[in-house]
């Protein structure tokens, strides 16, 4: 889940600087009253990429967990092991609402070819 979140976080950073007024090449799927900013109406903020990225940090956050459970004692006998309980939950579900907004974002993704071809 680490690498499947990681590499959505990558596309949603890409997506993200992509759609920055610097370069303008790409922008979100429009949904109305979502990503618009209160103090500047043109603009439209990347909700997805940014929801994409929040959750593939929280993946790795966990997968780190998941490394510090792997030193156990005997057959697993005390508490070192109820660490993936916290871990493999909390990392489906980030998975699942990253993939969820990848699906959305992606599929309706605009692509300005012209902005693209003057950078």
Same mark, same amino acid.
């Given at each position: ?7 959505? =976080? +990558? ?12 370069? =303008?090449?790409?922008?979100? %799927?429009?949904? +109305? &009253?979502? &990503? ?9 903020? %990347? ?10 940090? &929280? ?19 005390? &508490? %070192? ?7 493999? %939950? ?6 699942? =609402? ?9 599929? =309706? ?8 071809? +003057?950078?």
């Amino acid at each position: 889940m680490g690498l499947i979140t990681g590499s959505l =976080g +990558k596309i949603a950073y890409d997506v993200m600087l992509m759609a920055s007024n610097e370069f =303008g090449e790409l922008y979100e %799927p429009f949904v +109305k &009253g979502r &990503g618009a900013s209160s103090t500047m109406p043109q603009k439209r903020n %990347p909700i997805s990429s940014e929801l994409m990225l929040a959750c593939a940090k &929280g993946v790795r956050q966990q997968a780190g967990l998941m490394l510090d459970a792997m030193v156990q004692d005997l057959e697993r006998a005390t &508490g %070192p092991w109820h660490a993936e309980w916290i871990a493999i %939950p909390e990392s489906f579900i980030l998975s699942a =609402g990253a993939l969820k907004q990848a699906r959305f974002m992606l599929g =309706g993704l605009i692509v300005d070819e012209a902005a693209m071809a +003057k950078t």
